[in-house]
């Protein structure tokens, strides 16, 4: 997301977030919509949220297993896993940004081999810049 609102040139707060709830109304409406037209009835309060919490992962637990699982892609560039990982990143708490290790990110990447041996010999303290030497290095 932040990657994406500096793509933007979005500078000031409101403007930020106006950029984030149009694009947040949309990705929502449409997922709530795709699951009414699955499902052939109307969706009542609770089932819409129940698909938008799934569909977003708004549990802190769930969003710290999956970011500690995660995996780069066959043909996904270094640059566009890191704005995945990334953007998960910058949803955790303080607490569990402490307990990610540079040692995930790394096994993220371990199928690319240069790239993976590259973060790792450069012993990167934080998972930015272990990000930053990975795009070098692609």
Request: hydrophobic share 35%.
């Amino acid at each position: 997301m932040k990657n994406w609102l500096k793509m933007e040139r979005a500078t000031d707060d409101e403007e930020k977030f106006q950029f984030i709830l149009a694009g947040t109304v949309e990705e929502a409406n449409q997922i709530v919509s795709d699951k009414f037209v699955e499902a052939n009835k109307i969706l009542n309060l609770e089932e819409c949220r129940d698909i938008l919490l799934e569909r977003y992962h708004l549990n802190e637990d769930e969003r710290f297993r999956e970011l500690k699982t995660l995996l780069i892609i066959p043909n996904e560039s270094v640059r566009e896993f890191n704005d995945r990982y990334l953007d998960y990143y910058y949803q955790l708490s303080t607490e569990n940004k402490a307990k990610l290790s540079v040692y995930y990110y790394e096994n993220s990447i371990r199928s690319r081999t240069d790239i993976y041996e590259k973060v790792a010999y450069e012993e990167a303290k934080t998972i930015e810049a272990a990000c930053k030497i990975a795009e070098k290095v692609e």
